[in-house]
């Protein structure tokens, strides 16, 4: 077996010693989720070895071990927590090289420490920021804990926000490096080099759509007044046909009284069998049978008209709700208290 230098292993004969050290069955199951290529490399380090000594399997046992607990404590409470974990474990030095090789595997997302903080406690921490620097971070953050920020964000800085998340696209390791700096000073040596993505259309609609019904109607009204294009853009992913399925029964039935029966035909023609049940469940047996008889009456129909229907009917969804008459369910915006 060769070795990169005198008693120490590669990074991929370590991995085959522990697949050694598994056994065949165990080895078989890690197997099915390499890639390719990564079995052929392991497949023939496995092949290329001779022996291996008992020390040899311990230690790559005992480092696949701490990096378990490591991984396992990132997940408890972030790399802040692993790290001060493992270096009650294992001192200072060990605890850094297994969080280095662990987060440089994973490639660990900017801003873990955020991601593990209360919502309220983060408004305090980056609400004094510039609105570069807010969206940046947001864009990193669950929808819903982005959702409760934005909201309790001060009102001329909402729409601001809202439209540096949208129209945000890849930032550099440099910059995010330099605000994570100024957020969390030891995260900075930890993170992946490679450029990341967040941000985007879907990543403002995700949030948006978490957010409290006033706070996201601001934003939408001040985006159409500085980008329509931006505000349509993200207006047409916001609630959309599918998601009728959310609704509690009571408002299911509301909608149903507002919707004449032929849009009902077109829009369900290509729903999927969950959406139709929800509807369906939800009227009458005999306005259901009059519905399914208008659908096959009807035969093939354009997309572009089922889409018109679906969205008409959304459209009443949202005037309903504005009236107050129905609620969309959202993931806790405005449970903030400033």
């Known amino acids: 077996m060769s070795r990169s230098k005198q008693g120490s292993l590669t990074g991929r004969q370590k991995a085959a010693v522990l697949l050694i050290t598994l056994g065949p069955e165990k080895s078989a199951q890690i197997f099915k989720h390499l890639k390719d290529e990564d079995i052929e490399q392991l497949t023939l380090e496995i092949a290329n070895m001779r022996t291996v000594s008992p020390d040899e399997k311990e230690n790559v046992l005992q480092e696949f071990y701490q990096i378990c607990l490591a991984q396992e404590y990132i997940s408890e409470g972030g790399i802040s927590y692993a ?9 200072s030095q060990k605890a850094v090289d297994v969080i280095n090789r662990l987060t440089a595997s994973l490639q660990v997302r900017p801003f873990d420490f955020v991601r593990k903080a209360d919502p309220s406690q983060l408004l305090n921490f980056i609400q004094g920021e510039h ?15 982005a959702a409760q920020v934005v909201s309790a964000l001060p009102q ?8 540096r998340i ?20 030891k995260l900075s ?8 993505i967040a941000g985007g259309i879907q990543a403002i609609v995700d949030i948006l759509n978490s957010v409290d019904r006033g706070t996201e109607k601001f934003i939408i009204e001040t985006l159409e007044v500085q980008d329509t294009d931006l505000a349509e853009q993200i207006r047409k992913r916001m609630f959309v046909f599918e998601d009728i399925m959310t609704l509690d029964s009571r408002s299911i039935q509301r909608v149903i009284r507002e ?3 032929n849009d009902w035909a077109l829009a369900l023609k290509s729903s999927s069998e969950d959406v139709v049940k929800a509807i369906f469940s939800n009227m009458s047996k005999r306005l259901a049978e009059m519905i399914k008889e208008d659908m096959d009456y009807m035969g093939p129909v354009r997309l572009r008209d089922v889409e018109e229907a679906q969205q008409k009917i959304v459209n009443i969804i949202r005037k309903l709700e504005d009236a107050g008459e129905i609620v969309i369910s959202r993931g806790g915006g405005d449970e903030i208290i400033v």
């Open 166 to 185: 949208a129209i945000m696209d890849r930032t550099s390791p440099e910059i995010i490096k330099e605000i994570e700096r100024v957020l969390e000073r």
């Open 189 to 196: 040596s930890m993170v992946s080099q490679d450029y990341t």
């Open 131 to 145: 609105p570069q620097t807010i969206a940046l971070i947001l864009a990193y953050l669950k929808p819903q804990q």
């Open 83 to 91: 790290k001060d974990i493992l270096e009650r474990a294992l001192g």
């Open 156 to 163: 001329d800085k909402q729409a601001d926000v809202a439209k």
């Open 259 to 261: 919707v004449e029966n």
